[in-house]
């Protein structure tokens, strides 16, 4: 039991320090470096929990990289510096823990060590018997002082490892129950992001028509805009589609916590190229039209799929028709954090 409740240690950084720190700026990819290096030269050799964490870190790393040289204000650059010193805590956590593992089983050896000796010990007395009496009763008062002494400095490593073990025991306690606190404030915060988002679909829901369709899936809210709403094989966005489009951003403008990932998708008529050219196009043009609604860009992603993401059969009008669509992906950043971890 106490061996488990070791190895949940590492939830106490996790606990300390998800919330404390938000890591960006100019140098962030370097300190992320700096502080998993730092952590890795404490490792135990036979940590092996922290070891995988720090696979973890340096697997984020690699990501916070990409997220700094795309753009180092990011929320997502911030959230991924973050979980950089979140992962070096939780490493050190893990190594401290796996030390005082290795500090116990060393006690333990010595006080086994220590009981053989005072066997070895009696033994030896019990040999001295057989001599001089002289000698027997030296050698008996040599033995006892030996045990006594013995006695005491096993009497004095059980007392204190006894110290250490409920230390230990009182600083996992409190680490459970910071635990606990954050989870909680993690379940709080996915029902309001759930809340908001619900919120967000009731509202969308007014713009579902045959043109727009509106679901939500695990990905978000999803808005189908139908290929009628753009001129004939051209990325133009009609009249129609502006109107709606101003609608999807006063609510975006209203919910800042939303993300929109912007795809177009065309049927299999055509070439490949054309098609991909077609959609990434239109998937542009939809975003630069929130833009200049007033919607932060970096809230905002865009790309063509072309002809690999269909809905329906390609060989029917009907499925064709179906799968020439912009998608509109919208998922509140909170929710899209916690799914990343």
Same mark, same amino acid.
């Given at each position: 039991? @106490? %061996?488990?409740?070791?190895?949940? +240690? ?13 890591? /960006? ?9 700096? $502080? ?12 092996? /929990? ?11 790393? =690699? ?25 070096? @805590? ?24 220590? $009981? ?8 030896? +007395? ?68 759930? *809340? ?15 043109? =727009?369709?509106?679901?939500? #899936? ?25 109107? #709606?489009?101003?609608?999807?951003? &006063? ?17 299999? %008529? ?16 939809? @975003? ?6 007033? =919607? *932060?860009?970096?809230?905002? %992603?865009?790309?063509?799929? &072309?002809? %690999? ?5 390609? #060989? ?26």
């Amino acid at each position: 039991m @106490k %061996t488990r409740n070791l190895l949940m +240690i590492s939830a106490m950084a996790a606990a300390l320090s998800f919330a404390a720190e938000e890591v /960006s700026g100019p140098n962030a990819v370097e300190a992320c470096q700096t $502080a998993i290096d730092n952590a890795a030269k404490n490792i135990p050799a036979n940590a092996t /929990s922290a070891k995988y964490t720090l696979a973890a870190a340096k697997a984020n790393l =690699i990501a916070l990289d990409e997220a700094y040289q795309d753009d180092e204000d990011s929320d997502q650059t911030k959230s991924l510096a973050a979980k950089c010193d979140l992962y070096a @805590k939780t490493i050190a956590a893990q190594a401290e823990t796996q030390k005082y593992r290795n500090s116990t089983a060393e006690k333990w050896e010595k006080r086994a060590a220590t $009981a053989r000796s005072i066997e070895a010990i009696q033994e030896q +007395i019990n040999k001295a018997r057989t001599g001089k009496v002289n000698d027997l009763e030296a050698e008996k008062a040599k033995m006892k002082d030996q045990e006594a002494r013995l006695q005491a400095e096993m009497q004095q490593n059980q007392e204190k490892f006894q110290a250490e073990a409920a230390a230990q025991e009182a600083a996992l306690k409190a680490a459970n129950q910071r635990e606990a606190d954050l989870q909680k404030e993690l379940a709080e915060e996915r029902a309001k992001a759930e *809340a908001r988002q619900q919120e967000a679909m009731n509202k969308l829901n007014e713009l579902q028509s045959q043109m =727009i369709q509106v679901t939500k #899936s695990a990905r978000g809210i999803i808005l189908s805009m139908s290929d009628i709403l753009f001129a004939v094989n051209k990325a133009d966005l009609k009249a129609d589609l502006k109107t #709606s489009l101003a609608k999807v951003a &006063g609510i975006l403008s209203v919910y800042q916590q939303f993300n929109v990932s912007i795809e177009g998708n065309t049927d299999n %008529t055509g070439s490949e190229e054309h098609n991909m050219k077609l959609s990434q196009q239109r998937a542009d043009n939809v @975003k630069a039209f929130l833009v200049e609604q007033g =919607i *932060a860009a970096e809230r905002l %992603t865009a790309k063509g799929l &072309g002809m %690999t993401m269909p809905v329906a059969d390609n #060989s029917t009008k009907e499925g064709r028709q179906k799968n020439r669509r912009v998608d509109l992906v919208i998922q509140d950043k909170a929710l899209q954090q916690q799914e990343a971890k």
